[in-house]
């Protein structure tokens, strides 16, 4: 027998149910859509969830409860604090470090939209949409760097768009909040690597949630015949990648920008 069967499997190695049991993970705006269906992915895998949200409060506890009563290792807890308020913000890391410690996973995921041709677009429409999407991720990295410092693997998961790539008519706020976290996590998987913690960011392309409902019909009708796949992505499709991103498994891959588009820019 060789000595390499013989050897004792590591953790990465052994097979469980429950991948992510032990990992303590905050979702940014996790109250709805994308957020939503990451935080109940996550739960699903036995991750300790902490569902970040603004406003959606009845939204948020639901969340966390159908983590909670699935019958899986995961747990979740709702928690409200605006991402763009580095107060609430820090106030929200000292409160779930009291309650569950240091987290293992960031997943930066609040976003808005706010769109207008750029010749119309206000100053307002400008800074809200950048505040959310790239002052609020700098603001909660921030706060959670020293904790996903120490963690044993940890992570930060970035979420763009596709938009950050290829920019769009009417969001130029937008391309340019998501762009940012292109560079932004490059930036930071370099400051994390000797600690072995990553960073990534996830670009997808029109997935199904509120967001995508309120563009009217006919344009999604236009959008959806330029995707080679023919169709928008599942909250699914995204949330099953930032799983995997969250797993021990991921821990070769960081300052990746990964496409989740439907072949859009092939
Ligand atoms: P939704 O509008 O469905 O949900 C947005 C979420 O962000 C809500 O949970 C909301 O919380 C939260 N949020 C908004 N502002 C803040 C804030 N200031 N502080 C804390 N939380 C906030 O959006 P999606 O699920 O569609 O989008 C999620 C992310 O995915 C965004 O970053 C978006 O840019 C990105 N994305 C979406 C795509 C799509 O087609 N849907 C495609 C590519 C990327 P609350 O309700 O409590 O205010």
């Known amino acids: ?17 429950q991948p992510l ?7 940014t705006g996790g109250s709805r859509g994308i957020g939503r269906g990451i935080a109940r992915e996550l739960g699903r895998h ?6 970040n949200y603004r406003s959606s409060e009845d939204a948020a506890h639901e969340v966390a409860d159908v983590i909670t009563e699935a019958d899986t290792e995961g747990t979740a807890h709702p928690i409200q604090a605006d991402v763009t308020d580095r107060t609430e913000i820090e106030t929200m890391r000292d409160a779930v470090r009291d309650a569950f410690g240091p987290i293992d996973v960031l997943v930066n995921n609040a976003g808005i939209t706010c769109d207008r041709t750029f010749q119309k677009m206000t100053a307002e429409d400008w800074h809200r949409v950048i505040d959310v999407s790239l002052h609020g991720t700098f603001n909660c990295t921030q706060a959670f760097y020293d904790d996903v410092k120490v963690a044993d693997h940890g ?3 970035n979420i763009s768009s596709v938009i950050g790539k290829q920019g ?4 130029a706020n937008y391309a340019a909040a998501k762009s940012g976290l292109f560079g932004f996590t490059r930036s ?14 996830i670009a997808p392309g029109f997935t199904h949630t509120e967001m995508v409902e309120a563009i009217p019909d006919e344009i999604q009708d236009d959008l959806r015949a330029e995707i080679p796949l023919e169709r928008f992505a599942s ?3 995204v949330a099953g990648l930032v799983r995997y991103l969250a797993s021990k498994q991921s821990g070769y891959m ?13």
Do not use: F, K, W
């Open 235 to 237: 909250v699914s499709e």
């Open 188 to 201: 930071l998987a370099l400051e994390l690597a000797d600690s072995g913690a990553t960073a990534n960011c």
């Open 46 to 51: 036995g991750a300790t969830v902490i569902v």
């Open 1 to 17: 027998m060789t000595t390499e069967l013989a050897q004792r499997p590591t953790d990465l190695e052994r097979p469980s149910h």
């Open 254 to 266: 960081t300052g990746e920008v990964i496409d989740v588009n439907g072949g859009i820019d092939l």
């Open 155 to 157: 992570r930060v998961i």
């Open 21 to 27: 049991a032990g990992r303590t993970c905050l979702v």
């Open 168 to 171: 769009n008519v009417g969001q």
